[in-house]
């Protein structure tokens, strides 16, 4: 297993235990998880990709993990990764070409 | 003329006089900015539905005005913004969804 | 009217108009936040000050306003928002010190 | 010794180091620390636990293990603990999602 | 009164409010404040800068009044500020674009 | 080699896995920083310094170890990198603290 299908594995671990302990809290979180990634004019996995880049700017390795492991199972492809990271370098400057290079690692590893 | 055109008129117009002192700082920022919109698999209009929310989620009051300015010149409609706050939201939480209203009320007067 | 108590009204103004065009989203997230803020340990009042601490080191000055007015209306003194502005600092630096006192400036005006 | 414990006790040896270095800067610091978190409306726990639900938004691993070794020492039960995460989900959506998991880990394992 | 003298006014009006209120804080912040600002490799009003460069990348804008402000009456020229906020953009992207040209219009009106 | 060592080159590794499928980008984001660390009233090696002091404040793991590795290279000693330090905790609060722990451990390990 990849370090970073590990990594992902032990943050989905967490969040397990913590649904456990607030699951009223958790059912209103994937609502709103729900909502924001079914298809639209973006599809899911465009959305995906919106929150990978957010996630790029906000220097959460974790989230990039699981956002890009989503966009890559609902079938986005490196291009169109490599397209929302040019965003959040746009929007985040020198951290953000950092984490970048983090997503798309985990794109390759996952 | 609306109060979120004043402020982003102003904005634009701190931006000149800035790109004015530093001008190839200004030219690295377009290039970078330019690869980050142009026309993919995103569209370049869904492309600055990235950016705006990014800038939700960072609480930036003028990029949001920029950004959502320029997805309405490229044809974004309410709804597709809309999509686009969901996610911002989803990664955001409480602030997020303050910043997300800005978005939308900018949207309808800009 | 105060102009904290006008900025307030404005921002919950916003929040309709979202909440209009995203019911689904912010069905989630009234779940989360009504999770978040019923009495516990911390009571109802304490946890708005919890997320007062949070909005100061965010910088966010509509949930800062937000969150003291909740916390004012459940029944916190000045002395108990001083006390969580406190932490804000602690965790936020000069930034958490401008916010804070936007917080208590707040707090005397809305 | 646990995971937790030994990347805490890490960061407190890179603290000390620190310190040496500029001591007049740390006495201020530590000034700031005392005085937020004594006991007064909030307890020390309970002050500590806001600290925790802060360091979740921003997202600062260290300063999780910090002050969730804190709250406990100073008594802080897992019940309260939740109820501070679930504040600081509620004003950081995902990325507070991920990291909350890490200061019930945390609370867990030291 | 320019617009940015009266808004830089009005955050030190809130200060002393709050300083006024936790007087042991501001001691601690203080003592930090000037440990971090007086002469030494940097000059202090450098090091003015290099806090409104922070400053421009957090997105604060009083903190930006206040530290472009202090870097001028200590003898900063436009020039120098121009090559913080450059570092700024760098470690920013486009939010600090924005608010770097926030700080410059600060410095010509202050 | 140390940790520090490994983990910046693997960052530099990441970067240039980037930079191959974004050349503009990339192109773009040289030039900014090219821009941002010329000599100037600033020195270069301060410059990095000043981009250490915001990354300090990101809480940005890579970004320190690539800034303090640039500023020792270009000569900075460390009572310098301490200057820039403080000011990153007059900005920054507790996180600053636990990242400017950091910077030092790798400035002495690079």
Chains 1, 2, 3, 4, 5, 6 share one sequence.
Not at 31 to 40: E, F, L, P, Y
Not at 56 to 77: E, F, M, P, S
Request: net charge negative; glycine share 10%.
């Amino acid at each position: 297993m990849s370090d970073a299908k590990e990594k992902l594995n032990a943050a989905k671990g967490r969040l397990g235990a913590l649904a456990k302990e607030t699951p009223d809290l958790f059912q209103g979180f994937i609502k709103i998880s729900k909502t924001a990634t079914r298809d639209g004019q973006f599809t899911a996995a465009q959305k995906e990709l919106v929150a990978t880049a957010v996630a790029v700017t906000q220097g959460c390795d974790d989230c990039i993990l699981y956002h890009v492991d989503a966009a890559k199972r609902l079938g986005a492809d490196e291009a169109i990764l490599i397209e929302a990271l040019e965003v959040a370098v746009e929007m985040g400057g020198g951290p953000a070409v950092m984490y970048a290079g983090k997503a798309l690692d985990a794109f390759r590893n996952l």
